[in-house]
C-alpha cells in the first residue's frame, strides 16, 4: 500500500532518468495521470499510456538528441502528506526563475503555475521540475 503516490511517481521517473531508461511504469491513480499529462503537455516526456490490464501507466522518457541528457534535470515534491502547501494565484512562487514548471492542484484540475497565474487560481503546490 502506498500512501503518497505522488511522491512514487516522481522518485520512478527520477529514478529512471539516472539510469537513462526509455520507458517506466508507474501505478495508476487519477492524480497521477493527470500530473503525467503536465508533464507531455510541457514537453518533460515524449508520450504516456494507460495499460488496461495491469492498471499501470507506461511513461516514454524524453532525451535531448545530441547529448542524450534527459529534458528533466530535476523533480521535486512541494507539498508532502505531512505539511499541506497552499498559494494565491498572486503568490505563486517562481521555479528556477520562470524555467522550471510548478505543478499545481487547483479547482479546475491539475495546472501548471502558469495556467493557473493566467486564470487566477491558487492551490495546493504539488511538485516542480526543470
Same mark, same amino acid.
Not at 15 to 22: D, E, F, Q, T
Not at 62 to 86: A, D, E, F, M, V
Not at 92 to 97: A, F, R, S, V, Y
Given at each position: %500500500?502506498?500512501? @503518497?503516490? /505522488?511522491?512514487?511517481?516522481?522518485? #520512478?521517473?527520477? $529514478? !529512471? ?8 511504469? /508507474? ?5 497521477? +495521470? +493527470? ?11 515524449? =508520450? !504516456?499510456? *494507460?495499460? +488496461? +490490464?495491469?492498471?499501470? /501507466?507506461?511513461?516514454?522518457? *524524453?532525451?535531448? $538528441?545530441?547529448?542524450?541528457? =534527459?529534458? /528533466?534535470? $530535476?523533480?521535486? #515534491?512541494?507539498? &508532502? ?7 494565491? !494565484? &498572486? @503568490? %505563486?512562487? &517562481? ?17 501548471? @503555475?502558469?495556467?493557473? *497565474? ?13
Amino acid at each position: %500500500m502506498q500512501n @503518497d503516490t /505522488i511522491s512514487d511517481m516522481l522518485t #520512478r521517473i527520477r $529514478n !529512471a532518468n539516472i539510469l537513462h531508461k526509455k520507458t517506466v511504469l /508507474i501505478p495508476w491513480t487519477r492524480i497521477n +495521470e +493527470e500530473i503525467i499529462q503536465v508533464f507531455t503537455r510541457e514537453g518533460f516526456i515524449t =508520450s !504516456a499510456q *494507460k495499460q +488496461e +490490464e495491469s492498471n499501470n /501507466i507506461l511513461v516514454t522518457l *524524453k532525451y535531448h $538528441n545530441k547529448t542524450q541528457k =534527459s529534458c /528533466i534535470t $530535476n523533480l521535486q #515534491r512541494i507539498s &508532502k502528506p505531512g505539511l499541506r502547501l497552499y498559494s494565491k !494565484a &498572486k @503568490d %505563486m512562487p &517562481k521555479i528556477l526563475g520562470g524555467m522550471g514548471v510548478l505543478v499545481v492542484s487547483t479547482s479546475k484540475g491539475i495546472l501548471t @503555475d502558469n495556467e493557473a *497565474k493566467q486564470n487566477q487560481l491558487g492551490g495546493e503546490l504539488l511538485c516542480s521540475v526543470w
